[in-house]
């Protein structure tokens, strides 16, 4: 193997691991934000299991664990919270409407107020 060799073989593993040096770094780990009657309630870090009991207006009983929330039990008449199921992902929400209460994901730098976006 010749000089020019190892330069081209050098060339081609900086190229193949450009896409890594380049990846930008993560953002704060997800949490779940907890609004009762539209005003935060709680922020929670997916990270960390938890427990959470708002009994304000009705019983709702929240669980964090392996990295999900969900609604573990509400005393609310229809239930949907509950049967909703665990969710993870920025984005993702779970509402129990009888108690006026809001559980949503945020993450990767989304803040919990602010703008969405924005349409020209």
Do not use: W, Y
């Amino acid at each position: 193997m010749k000089r020019g060799d190892f330069v081209i073989i050098a060339l081609a593993i900086l190229l193949a691991l450009t896409p890594l040096l380049l990846r930008p770094a993560r953002g704060a780990a997800p949490r779940a934000v907890v609004r009762k009657d539209g005003e935060i309630a709680a922020e929670l870090p997916l990270d960390e299991d938890a427990v959470l009991r708002l009994e304000e207006g009705g019983q709702n009983v929240l669980r964090v664990s392996g990295g999900a929330i969900r609604m573990e039990e509400a005393d609310c008449p229809d239930g949907t919270c509950v049967r909703q199921g665990a969710i993870q992902n920025p984005g993702e929400t779970i509402v129990c409407l009888p108690h006026r209460v809001t559980v949503t994901i945020v993450g990767n730098g989304e803040g919990t107020g602010g703008v969405d976006a924005v349409v020209q």
